[in-house]
Every structure is written in structure tokens, then in C-alpha cells.
């Protein structure tokens, strides 16, 4: 016997992004966004907060543009090259099927 009853269902209509409010959605594409995320645990100053944001490609590369620049500040006497790198947190290039993992 099959027993039906209206259900209401919530569901992601969009995916706007945390800093500048506009739509992350790409026609072609669907919804393009970094995430920035983080859960803190015991012994940190803001244990059991979590964080999770959403980002348009415009405001993550400008956190990204940030944390370099935070970081070129931190090593600024630093000889190791790595350091120095332009490539802060990147995986990957040309995985346009997310191939390399998640
Ligand atoms: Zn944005």
C-alpha cells in the first residue's frame, strides 16, 4: 500500500556568496564558489565554533591575494624559495573534471 502525503522539502535555490552577496551560479556551469571552512577543537582559543563560507571566484582570489601578501610578510627574510611561491594553496591545474581528488 502506498500512503502519500504532501512533504515539503527545502532544497539549494542558489549559493550566494558570504562577502559580496551576488549569485555564484554560471549558466554553463552551475555554481562555481571556494569554500573557506574550519572546525575548531580543544586547546583552541574558539573551540567548538565552526566556520564555513562561500565565495564567488572575485572574493576568493582576493582572500587568496591577502593571505599571500600575509605570508610574503611572515618569510620576508626567509631564503627558502618555497616560501616565496606564487602557487599559496594550489592543487592543481587543468583538472577541469576534478580529477585529482576531492
Ligand atoms: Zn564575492
Redesign the pocket.
Known sequence: MKITERVEVESVVDV???????S?RIEESGYQFGTLQAHWGYGTQHDGERYEMH??????F?ALANLKEQRRVEHMFSDDPQEHSNDLGLVARSDFFKESGP
Open positions: 550566494t556568496c558570504d562577502v559580496c552577496d551576488t555564484t565565495l564567488c571566484e572575485h572574493c576568493f582576493q
